[in-house]
């Protein structure tokens, strides 16, 4: 196991933070707007986010570079940003930590589609190491690989990440099925379990796609299946309408009233995704003692 890891978990679970989108829009990010361009364009903003969830109580902070690949930033016309963006979001998260936190730098999806050859392999190998070198080179603790639909692509990312010698987590979406035990690509926890480690990451897990009550079954099974520990970022339930604007419905208190199954299910890695701000990691934290 990577030292990081080891030493990171040897306390008990390990508090993550939340959503970053849906606390950009709330400081002005608009509609189609790219976040990650923030990390140049509003730093101050950027910051704020990372130091609310390491005042909340984070032991990992991730960053603003959710999307800092060129592949995603070309429909920006940012691609020639892509390492400016990623170590300047490393750099925000890393001196908002400053100790008190480590920090998790984010590498999500292309947003292309390997399999209707949108993109090929070699495409995303080169864009996924270019940023986790930038990230790196920002000085982030490790790195997440998130939200990713296709295990191809996800190990790729992973494979990338690996490269920078820092820890890899890596998470799958399950969003889809009658269960939603699946990925968009008809993934299952067991064969994401089997591929992300197969691809090395030091810890694999789910993020996003569905309330937290969900993750209970899934981290469940990714439990049974694997030993390395296991990583949920749970949304703040589904989001719905309300006079146009979208809405998440779940409380901290109602999230954090489900750490307890998640962590008897074997999770060892517990945060937020879409919809949660600051206050469901305080509340986390209180759930944990
Ligand atoms: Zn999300």
Redesign the pocket.
């Known amino acids: 196991m990577h030292p990081l890891i080891e030493k990171l978990i040897a306390q008990g679970p390990v508090v993550t933070d939340g959503?970053w989108?849906t606390q950009l829009q709330a400081r002005g990010l608009a509609p189609g707007e790219c976040p990650d361009a923030w990390n140049l364009s509003h730093p101050d903003r950027v910051e704020a986010v990372a130091r609310a969830y390491v005042d909340a109580g984070s032991q990992i902070i991730l960053t603003n570079t959710f999307r800092s690949n060129r592949i995603t930033l070309a429909d920006h016309g940012l691609a020639e940003r892509a390492q400016e963006l990623s170590r300047a979001g490393a750099e925000i998260s890393s001196r908002s930590a400053a100790g008190r936190a480590c920090v998790f730098a984010s590498i999500g999806p292309s947003g292309k589609m390997l399999v209707t050859g949108e993109v090929t392999e070699e495409e995303l190998r080169a864009a996924f190491s270019e940023q986790a070198r930038a990230l790196a080179a920002g000085g982030a603790d490790g790195i997440v690989v998130e939200?990713m639909s296709d295990p191809a692509e996800a190990r790729i990312a992973v494979a990338a990440a690996r490269e920078t010698g820092l820890p890899v987590a890596a998470t799958m979406?399950f969003d889809s099925g009658k269960d939603k035990d699946r990925t968009m690509m008809g993934t299952t926890p067991e064969q994401a379990a089997r591929q992300l480690s197969e691809a090395g990451a030091d810890v694999i897990g789910a993020?996003?796609?569905q309330g937290i009550a969900g993750y209970v079954p899934l981290a469940r099974r990714l439990r049974a299946v694997t030993d390395l520990p296991i990583w949920i970022?749970a949304?703040a339930g589904l989001p719905v309408l309300v006079g146009g604007k979208t809405t998440w419905r779940t409380s901290p208190e109602e999230f954090a009233s489900q750490v307890p199954a998640l962590l008897e299910a074997g999770a060892g890695f517990i945060g937020g995704?879409?919809?949660t701000g600051p206050d469901f990691i305080f509340a986390v934290r209180r759930a944990l003692g």
């Open positions: 959503a989108g939200t979406v993020n996003c796609g970022k949304n995704c879409c919809g």
